[in-house]
């Protein structure tokens, strides 16, 4: 959380948790080789108060002997809107803003375990997700990226105030933490204490569901770190199933920008296809499917809008964009030992001599069949699909490169057996192919 060496900048609002962060990060200051300054921030709404409260920061960063700073927020902030939100995005505003021009590395709050049963009870109170139940994070950054750590955050506030007492420190109240017209003021006050009575821990308890919840989206972001639109079956499987369903949710919220539409419904159908069955199970979802690719769930916006009709006549020395693939034809060439073979079924070398340098490429269609290069008889493309794993959402935007009535290549997938180099080959022609399917094909 905090290093040797660090410049941490310590938010000191003059409670017994600022208080006990400063104190205690003094402490061992010496032993971690940390550099402490003291930022108290004047929000500019109590009056009197706030001010004897910034004097109070000010006199107790002296006595500890830690460089201190006065922050003063904008006039205007009680004006409309949610102040308290308001004012904390100014707060870490104002602090970032500070640590940057000291030349700080972190800054330091005094969030305590009783903040984090807090901000559980809220975000519950409020309607929030399993994801808003991550509450407060140890370690976050301000918007500009400077590191907040909270290193008091598994402390009780009842064991910041003994400590306090131990050190015959002093702490100022808040006045506005007992009002009731804030939600927190109520929880805290009110709503806590009865959960209390009927579990004396459940302080913990939810602060431990914080952290759970927390390692349960550090996870989930782990898993779909991946491309966008695929999602590895194993990877799923390898967790909890009570986890499989919110793995779906955020991949489909990742690709289509949103979860509208999605209902419990979908989820049902979506959990079926990471059970055992046949390949190539699909599920409609709105917007587009989701369709299961031997071993990975693959995200389609729509069914491809290809015309099984089209073809295009390419020459030597042009090139063709269709769908997600680019086709090249390189010029005739003379050829020799030194011109190497195609080490992938992504580019293909042509006997320019025996074939014509006039190639028709177009998609596939049904009844397609190839001659496989190295094998005897022709094969349906549809079974080399199969046999190469090719997922069935691409097969029919697959683009077929044809000689006359054969087949000569299906980049990435098969080269067929029509116009290959061989002892007496004397000129030659090369084709490459470009997809972003590629790390689908192989």
Not at 143 to 153: A, E, F, N, S
Not at 231 to 248: G, I, K, T, W
Not at 320 to 348: F, M, T
Request: proline share 6%; glycine share 10%.
């Amino acid at each position: 959380m905090a290093a040797r060496g660090d410049h941490v900048v310590v938010a000191l609002s003059g409670g017994a948790d600022s208080v006990a962060t400063l104190a205690a990060l003094d402490l061992i200051a010496p032993r971690l080789g940390l550099r402490l300054s003291a930022a108290h921030v004047h929000h500019g709404l109590r009056g009197p108060e706030a001010d004897e409260d910034a004097e109070f920061a000010g006199e107790l960063a002296a006595r500890l002997k830690v460089p201190f700073q006065l922050l003063r927020l904008p006039p205007g902030l009680a004006q409309g809107g949610n102040t308290e939100e308001r004012a904390r995005e100014l707060r870490y505003r104002a602090l970032s803003h500070a640590a940057r021009e000291l030349g700080a590395t972190k800054i330091a709050t005094g969030h305590t375990r009783d903040d984090q049963a807090e901000t559980v009870l809220l975000r519950v109170v409020r309607g929030s997700g399993p994801r808003g139940l991550v509450a407060i994070q140890p370690v976050t950054a301000t918007g500009d990226g400077v590191p907040v750590i909270r290193p008091l955050l598994e402390c009780s506030r009842s064991q910041l105030e003994r400590f306090l007492a131990a050190s015959a420190l002093p702490h100022r109240e808040d006045s506005s933490n007992r009002s009731g017209r804030f939600l927190r003021n109520r929880i805290r006050h009110d709503v806590l204490p009865l959960l209390r009575q009927l579990n004396p821990a459940v302080d913990r308890a939810l602060a431990d569901l914080a952290t759970l919840s927390g390692e349960r989206e550090r996870w989930l972001a782990d898993v779909l770190r991946t491309d966008a639109m695929i999602l590895p079956v194993a990877s799923v499987q390898a967790r909890a199933s009570e986890l499989h369903a919110d793995v779906l949710r955020q991949w489909l919220e990742r690709v289509r920008g949103n979860s509208r539409g999605l209902t419990r419904r979908h989820f049902v159908a979506l959990l079926g296809l990471l059970r055992p069955g046949r390949p190539n199970r699909r599920v409609e979802v709105p917007g587009g499917a989701v369709v299961l690719e031997y071993d990975r769930l693959r995200y389609v916006a729509a069914d491809p809008d290809v015309s099984g009709s089209a073809s295009v006549v390419l020459a030597a020395g042009e090139a063709l964009e269709l769908n997600d693939w680019r086709i090249e034809v390189g010029p005739v060439e003379r050829y020799s030992d030194s011109v190497g073979l195609p080490s992938d079924l992504w580019s293909a070398l042509v006997d320019a001599d025996r074939t014509p340098s006039i190639f028709v490429v177009r998609t596939s269609q049904a009844g397609d069949r190839v001659r496989p290069c190295g094998m005897m008889g022709r094969r349906k493309l549809s079974d080399v699909f199969i046999d190469r794993r090719v997922p069935r959402g691409l097969r029919r935007s697959c683009p077929v490169v044809e000689v006359g009535s054969e087949v000569l290549w299906v980049p990435g997938v098969v080269r067929g057996s029509v116009g290959l180099v061989g002892p007496g080959t004397r000129r030659v022609v090369w084709l490459r192919a470009q997809s972003d399917c590629r790390p689908l094909l192989g």
